[in-house]
């Protein structure tokens, strides 16, 4: 009997002592998110192979069943493109003399346009489905080049960026997931915003800045450039709600798109750092001055010297 | 692993080596539990998140089953691999899931075994304090998420529980034999 009720107090003691090793991993967690990186890079590496081969039937399947259709109404849709061909030409033509002054323009203004750079191509594994963390994984990883904070993009708009990276595959943060902020432009209007996720299937447009024209339904989102991550003009959304809160459907989905690019990050952070001593904990851009304390804040109190003669 | 063992001291080498050996039945629940997990990760062709939280009814079922076979400590580790599989941040599931054994556990202990209809509505009921105790850990993980999405996931692990369940204890009658079954 005395065993019994020992077993059953050493039971609890390790149950709580099991428990509060959870709670102290959880606060080591929110002190350095990178807690743990390698092993998750490595899960990654185990289950991206998993879910590649097992998939492979099923996507050769669906390669057949659309080759298939392919076949009825080809003709019907050849007519379609070639229509389309012809009104796509003359737009291209207008584009290239745009691009000749647009050279021209970037020349007289000293304007610096960091190129986009592809780092790898490969294809959406797996979208994770109801966790708390949105993700997707991809099989390409460290050996192709692929570092955590780049950005992904599928053939019809932007999918995330990556967060985890193993040696032949990454993790990586889908816009919906509540973590995702993506800086995006208004193509009608100009005006600058932010696009969240909220775990659902659908994004959410806050922080609007510039002019306050009302947004409509079937406004396209592109993204802005700001941030360093993603590319300026690759398509992000279409406003379907332009009632508060503002819902954005996603112009690419994870769970066809197959394939997808994995670009360098467009533009880091203007070199502020070898005038500031580096700190590990990022400081946005406006809190940082040149000088110390009393010194000038960057790009606002800067430029300013010419407003004050 | 029951409490009719005698103690460790007392054990003549081959008892001792029986103990020691018996120990790989918890082999079973926890390989299961990691292939629920996998397959918790599956790419599934649809836009909500309706994926429901299998590595936790596994978790569940064997704490029901077989609460030797699911301690705290063992659900502590497959709670530490599902954060992993899950991008979540360590700790979160590792917490819950010991915790839902110890509950579990201590549930049976004092109130006894109950029918599969009883564990049903239970399963309802720790998942659900599941999904609301994950939103706060994740926001001390500093990683707040909105509750909506977990929601849609209690609504389809109250159809996966059966399935989980039958697949459980399919698994206990194949590799234990039948007469452990409860």
Known sequence: MRRDQNLAIIGAVVTGAVIATGLVMLLIARVSPQFGAGVRAAAVDVVTPLWSVVRAPFDGLGRGIDMASGYFGAVHRAEQLEAEVARLRARLQAAEADQIAFRQLSRLGRLENPQRRLVATARIVSASQGTAVQTALIAAGRNQGVRPGQPVIAAKGLIGRTIETGLGSSRLLLLTDPQSRVPVLVQRTGQAALVSGDGGPLLVLTDQAGPQDPLQRGDRLLTSGEGGIFPPGVPVGVVTDAAEPIRVRPAASPLGAGFVRIEAAYAALPATADTLPITDAPVPVEAQRVGGIKGTVRGIDAPAGGGQG | ?182
């Not at chain 2, 849609?152 to 234990?176: D, H, I, K």
């Open chain 2, 1 to 182: 692993m029951r409490g009719a063992a005698p103690p460790l001291r007392l054990m003549n080498p081959r008892e001792r080596r029986r103990f020691w050996l018996g120990h790989w039945r918890l082999g079973l629940p926890a390989l299961s539990v990691l292939g629920l997990l996998l397959l918790a990760t599956a790419p599934l062709p649809l836009s909500l998140p309706l994926m429901p939280p299998l590595g936790l009814l596994g978790v569940f079922v064997w704490a029901t089953f077989q609460p030797g076979l699911m301690p705290p400590w063992l659900a502590f580790l497959l709670g530490l691999v599902a954060d992993v599989l899950l991008a979540m941040p360590f700790g979160v599931n590792a917490t819950l899931f010991a915790a839902v054994a110890g509950f579990v556990r201590w549930f049976e202990s004092r109130y006894g075994h109950h029918t599969h209809g009883f564990d049903w509505a239970m399963a309802a009921g720790v998942v659900a304090a599941h999904a609301l105790l994950t939103a706060q850990l994740m926001t001390l993980a500093s990683h707040p998420v909105p509750l909506a999405p977990l929601v849609l996931q209690w609504l389809t692990s109250l159809f996966a529980y059966p399935a989980v369940a039958a697949l459980c204890g399919w698994l206990q009658r194949a590799v234990f034999g039948a007469r452990t079954a409860t």
